[in-house]
């Protein structure tokens, strides 16, 4: 197990650093400019290391608009309703971001700081732990929140993410990672992946991805993932040129639960995703159009990547029904999510 680190740039007059985890068959590069990953390199069937995710090789490209590559996604991940909700009769207003919505944490989420860093060195896994204060108020969220995020890359090619948080007044939290993956290396869109998900129920949504608040079965439609098939299968059939839906997923009590299994069958790669959350968003990078390149200098095309964005539900805090995201000042907000590669 190995843990090497070298600069990477500025940021806010902060220096920003670029890690290498690696165990000796595959190895993982996470930057502390927004907890971004910027490289899953993974040997295919023939033993051939690509990497297996969208994103850029310098940081200045990190720096300039981007669709969220590799990311640590907060406060707040996925959508709000008109960017706003109240707590305890008290009304906050949001930074309006994606049409009439607020998505993923704001203008300035944690997506776009750069987050104090401490090394991971233990005997199976190596790493490195993210720290962040996200100042009362800071894109309309009330409260102080100590936010941690600890990287690890183990022994058995996982890659584990724990998310820990805590506020001093009441706050609505939901964290995720929002990588794109694409398990033939970047060369060709997603399609022919084999995606199996664990789930028989997602929440329905408008034409601007707010949640109904119906929840229906993915039985007999075009979502319905429960036995693996291609992404590409029934994808021209899904409105809004792709998949972007929250899946609920099938689980016991919030423990660690198999969420998605992905398989490439020209490389041979796969990929299971296993979280503590009670859904995860599907997104097939409907809105990726080719302006982009990956540091090898791939064309970033539509279908291009797939995020497994593990999370509680979008517009949960306009949402009785829904599972809470309301955090206590007596109350640490965890999660763990962990991707394997076989």
């Known amino acids: 197990m190995k843990l090497t680190k070298e600069h990477f740039g500025k940021a806010d007059g ?3 650093l670029l890690y290498t985890l690696d165990n000796g068959k595959m190895s993982v590069k996470i930057t502390n400019y927004g907890g971004i990953i910027t490289a899953i390199n993974v040997p295919d069937k023939n033993g051939k290391i690509d990497n297996i995710t969208l994103g850029f090789d310098k940081l200045e490209d990190y720096l300039k608009d981007h669709p ?10 996925n959508r709000i309703e008109k960017g706003e909700f109240f707590i305890n009769d008290k009304e906050y207003v ?12 704001g203008l300035k989420g944690f ?7 401490r090394e991971v060195n233990e005997k199976d896994e190596v790493g490195i732990k993210l720290d962040y204060i996200s100042p009362d108020m800071e894109e309309g969220y009330p409260g102080d929140l100590y936010v941690t995020v600890t990287y690890t890359l183990t022994i058995n090619n996982e890659l584990k993410i724990r998310y820990k948080a805590k506020t001093n007044k009441d706050t609505h939290v939901n964290l995720t990672n929002h990588t794109y993956f694409n398990l033939n290396g970047c060369k060709k869109d997603v399609l022919s992946h084999e995606l199996m998900l664990n789930s028989a129920k997602y929440t329905a949504a ?19 993932f429960t036995n693996s098939r291609a992404i590409g299968e029934r994808i021209a059939n899904v409105e809004g040129g792709g998949y972007d839906h929250n899946f609920i997923i099938n689980r016991l009590n919030g423990e660690l639960a198999l969420t998605a299994k992905v398989h ?20 097939t990078g409907n809105f990726l159009d080719g302006t982009l390149k990956t540091g090898n200098g791939n064309v970033i095309n539509k279908h291009y ?7 509680h539900y979008p517009n949960t805090p306009n949402t009785p029904a829904f599972p809470s995201t309301l955090l206590k000042p007596d109350q640490e907000y965890k999660q763990l999510t962990v991707y394997r590669f076989l």
């Open 206 to 224: 408008n034409s601007e991805l707010i949640p109904t608040g119906e929840i229906k079965a993915t039985s007999g439609s075009d979502l319905d």
């Open 68 to 77: 969220y590559f590799g990311c640590i996604v907060g406060r707040y991940a």
């Open 14 to 16: 902060k220096d920003v």
């Open 264 to 283: 490439d069958p020209e490389s041979g790669r796969t990929m299971e995703c296993y979280t503590t959350e009670p859904a995860v968003q599907l997104y």
């Open 305 to 311: 990547g797939f995020c497994l964005e593990t999370q």
């Open 94 to 105: 949001l930074a309006i971001n994606n049409g009439n919505n607020a998505l993923h944490g």
């Open 111 to 117: 997506d776009k700081v750069v987050w104090d860093v």
